[in-house]
């Protein structure tokens, strides 16, 4: 069975302050994924990796950075969280096949 | 540039109701699409996948078709149930592109006993 987890599960922070949404992943995936999810816009991509120690922007990257520093393990960095931050993050990861295994996503509110 | 449009934003239906969702897309390639559906405080997970070769996917009741000649892909089951209330995302990836996916807005079904 496909696994990936997520820490925290929840997360309250500060504006300004910063987060880091962890990821890990035991299918043995190359490919893994950071989204985050908002009522009315679906799931957006923030970053991707198709290997480790490497990362791609997504379709809105801005106030984040990423972190792939092996296969198993993806992060999501928020080095000055702002209010418009809070939403729920997925992590997923997938093979060359793309059919990808979502994490159970972290909570996030920034006050 | 490469874009999926899922428009219906909620559906509604009663037991035993037929139900079809619709996206499509715009490409200039032909893309391997999915259908994900995610049920309350969970992750999205996979129901269908559908390439270019194969044209159709079936899966717990569910048929998802591909229509090259319209840019457009649904997802069908012929009788829904109430715990098949849930939303449901369509999702593309580009071949020969830079493997980033794209996912519709999402379609929340509500399913009614």
């Known amino acids: 069975e496909a696994a990936v987890t997520q820490s925290p599960r929840s997360k309250v922070a500060v504006t300004g302050g910063k987060v880091t949404l962890s990821c890990h992943q035991t299918?043995?995936?190359?490919?893994m994924y950071w989204y985050r999810q908002d009522t009315g816009h679906g799931l957006r991509l923030i970053h991707y990796?198709?290997?480790?120690?490497?990362?791609e922007k997504g379709d809105i990257p801005d106030g984040y950075k990423a972190s792939r520093p092996s296969q198993e393990n993806f992060s999501l960095i928020l080095e000055l969280a702002s209010l418009s931050q809070t939403a729920v993050y997925f992590c997923?990861?997938?093979?060359?096949?793309?059919?990808?295994?979502f994490g159970p996503g972290t909570r996030l509110t920034v006050l | 540039g490469d874009s999926v449009t899922q428009k219906q934003g909620q559906v509604t239906l009663s037991e035993d109701d037929f139900l079809f969702i619709n996206c499509t897309y715009s490409t200039t390639t032909y893309p391997t699409l999915f259908w994900y559906v995610q049920y309350p405080g969970q992750g999205p997970q996979l129901l269908l996948k559908v390439t270019t070769a194969n044209n159709k996917g079936i899966s717990r009741g569910f048929e998802a078709t591909y229509d090259k000649g319209t840019t457009s892909f649904h997802l069908q089951k012929a009788s829904v149930q109430e715990s098949d209330s849930a939303v449901y995302f369509c999702a593309l990836v580009f071949p020969g592109g830079n493997y980033k996916p794209t996912f519709g807005k999402g379609t929340s079904l509500v399913v009614h006993p």
């Open positions: 997923a990861s997938s093979d060359e096949r793309f059919e990808q295994y």
């Open positions: 299918n043995n995936h190359d490919y």
């Open positions: 990796s198709y290997v480790a120690d490497s990362t």
